[in-house]
């Protein structure tokens, strides 16, 4: 049941990552060389390694981080809608 909790919350910060990359907020152009580099595809593979590691450490008994990554996605939430409603 984590996995799948753990994986559809992925597919939430994926989705939440894009969005944020596709907004063209003033704050992407503040971002260091290597976080545009390949059109922001660098920082969707971190986001794929964050989600790897956390699928990878629940199916080897460390159900438990399902909760961690509920509280990585919900601050990942909030700081996507700060920057989508342009209030940072």
């Known amino acids: ?3 799948i909790i753990i994986f559809v919350l992925g597919i939430g910060n994926f989705a939440l ?3 944020v990359l596709e907004s063209r907020h003033p704050l992407l152009g503040e971002m260091p060389w ?3 580099m ?3 595809r660098m920082t ?3 986001e794929f390694v964050v989600l790897l590691a956390a699928l990878l450490l629940a ?3 460390w159900p438990s981080l399902a909760w961690a ?3 990585y996605t919900a601050l990942n939430c909030v700081a996507a ?3 989508l409603t342009r209030r940072i």
């Open 17 to 19: 990552h894009r969005a």
């Open 38 to 40: 390949l059109g922001g």
């Open 1 to 3: 049941m984590a996995l």
């Open 81 to 83: 809608w700060l920057i």
């Open 34 to 36: 290597f976080v545009h």
């Open 44 to 46: 969707l593979a971190t």
């Open 69 to 71: 990554y509920l509280g």
């Open 59 to 61: 199916a080897n008994g």
